[in-house]
């Protein structure tokens, strides 16, 4: 059993514990300097050609491992950050860093729980595996060894801790005099007279200040947190994003409002560009008024762009464009659980089904890193659409104004080769080496290598939903039925800007 103990901590996960990197000898890991040619699948971005060099790492952290809390860590797969200046190559050929990850509400199949939102520091050790004889699915958790650190919990100014519990009751807005960063507007509470930020995280994007934005599905809001976990401002995005009821917010997550996002369908995707003063974030699916309301005309989402290069301004939003979200062979849409800056106008857009471990349904169709250009995609901030009485797709009809994103597949979780060089698969039996259902992260690395100076190292990983057989929630146990490992995959891509 994996010790817990408060404070610093340090655990090796596998059931082994690696005093130093292990190349994975047998099969020669860091031998070769890249992945098998015959891995790799190239596509087209406005003349750009982008290379999926194939799976090169994987990792789990068990189900039931116990932050220093004592609650289970689950759910980190939400968002993961690379920590600045942490990623580095080190003299024996592997690398090593550290992610700051952050799980959503809780444990919360069977309803919604008090959760303090948090995030947690885990660092890795990367041996990159280029071969192609299939290792055993325990030599392939040598590839990315996950070593969990330390966690912040979140709280408002007050110190008072947030909540993951559903929003039934919203906050007045408060003037915040005399500091105009603090005026927050209308906030998710669970009711009047529990009167604690509701948040459901989803998005993380670390500033170098060590401040960092945490997006959510709530709100749907954008939160900046300092260094110590206290909330320092809020960014609300256009009343059409908003979730309203007869013209009123209402922030429940557990029906559709009239317009503004879906239930459980908020700011999935947050990411920085390279200068830390652009934020940007992807909205799951289609608002209602947007074809929201169903699965067949949910496709045309909305990224949004606000300007945060002076932290003594409120951020303003700069850009808005339309993405148009890939579809399932029913039409039904792949909703997007994240979104990573490339370089300009370029981002990385994580679509997915629900399908694999975790879910009922082990059979995954389509779960991808994919591509998208917003070059020539018109900007409608700041126009007509961003009033809930002006659809950008009614019933899910793109209107002929707006020119959409440009997307394409990318990089594919659910290769059968690739899976197999690690022990993974799609599809029966539900066993530990199936692909966990819900992927919802993204980072990247660069890999260093002079002879391919466009080439990163991207990293995902799951939301498990704190799915155990022996989970703590605030402090209870709870037997899930299932283990669901926090699953993460490494790909190496090349990511031209020319
Ligand atoms: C691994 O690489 C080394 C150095 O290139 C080589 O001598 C050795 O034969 C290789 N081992 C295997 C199993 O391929
Ligand atoms: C929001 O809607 C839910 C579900 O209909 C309801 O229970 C709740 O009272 C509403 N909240 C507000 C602030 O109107």
């Known amino acids: 059993m994996l010790g817990i103990t408060v404070g610093a901590f340090v655990a090796t996960f596998a059931g082994v514990a690696f005093a130093r990197p292990l190349i994975v000898s047998s099969t020669n890991a860091s031998s070769s300097a890249e992945p098998d040619p015959s891995f790799a699948t190239s596509v087209k971005l406005n003349g750009v050609t982008f290379v999926n060099k194939g799976l090169v790492g994987f990792g789990l952290i068990p189900s039931d491992f116990k932050e220093s809390t004592g609650d289970t860590l689950g759910g980190i797969g939400s968002a993961i950050a690379l920590k600045k200046g942490t990623f580095q190559q080190n003299a024996d050929g592997t690398f090593s860093g550290t992610f700051i990850t952050q799980p959503d509400r809780g444990f919360n199949v069977d309803g919604t729980v008090n959760y303090q939102a948090r995030q947690h520091v885990i660092d890795f050790v990367l041996s990159p595996y280029y071969g192609d004889v299939d290792l055993s699915f325990a030599d392939a958790q040598k590839t990315l060894q996950l070593t969990y650190k330390s966690t912040l919990l979140y709280t408002e100014r007050n110190d008072v801790q947030t909540s993951g519990l559903d929003p ?3 906050r007045a807005a408060q003037s915040g005099f005399p500091n105009i960063l603090a005026a927050d507007p209308e906030m998710p509470i669970p009711s009047k007279s529990f009167s604690h930020l509701s948040i459901d995280a989803e998005g993380l994007a670390l500033n170098d200040d060590g401040t960092f934005w945490t997006s959510d599905e709530y709100g749907p809001y954008i939160y900046l947190f300092d260094s110590e976990g206290h909330l320092l401002q809020t960014i609300q995005p256009p009343e059409a994003v908003l979730p309203e009821v007869k013209g009123k917010i209402n922030f ?46 949910s496709r045309f989402t909305r990224l949004l762009a606000f300007d945060v290069s002076n932290p003594s301004v409120r951020p303003s939003l700069v850009g808005e464009w339309v993405v148009p979200l890939p579809q399932n062979k029913k039409g039904n849409t792949l909703g997007s659980s994240e979104l990573h800056f490339v370089h ?3 981002f990385l857009v994580l679509a997915r089904d629900g399908h694999g471990h975790g879910d009922d349904d082990t059979d995954s169709s389509y779960k991808q890193a994919d591509l998208i250009d917003i070059s020539d995609a018109t900007n409608i901030a700041g126009s007509k659409f961003d009033s809930p009485k002006n659809p950008i797709a009614k019933k899910g009809k793109l209107d002929k104004s707006i020119t959409a994103a440009t997307y394409v597949g990318f990089v594919d979780f659910i290769d059968d080769t690739q899976l197999a060089r690690f022990g993974l698969h799609n599809d029966d039996p539900a066993d530990q080496t199936l692909i966990d259902a819900k992927w919802e992260s993204l980072a990247l690395a660069p890999v ?8 990163f190292f991207l990293f995902t990983a799951a939301d498990n939903d704190f799915i155990s057989t022996h989970g703590v929630s605030l402090g209870q146990p709870f037997n899930a039925g299932l283990d669901n490992d926090n699953q993460f995959l490494v790909f190496r891509v090349t990511l031209p800007t020319k």
């Open 344 to 346: 300009e106008n370029v």
């Open 252 to 297: 429940t997550a557990d029906s559709d409002p009239d317009t503004g996002r879906a239930g459980n369908q908020g700011l999935e995707g947050l990411t920085l560009d390279d200068a830390g003063t652009t934020l940007y974030a992807l909205l799951q699916t289609a608002t209602i008024q947007d074809g929201g309301d169903d699965k067949s005309t």
């Open 448 to 455: 260093g290598d002079p002879a391919n100076p466009d080439d």
């Open 168 to 170: 039934l009751a919203v």
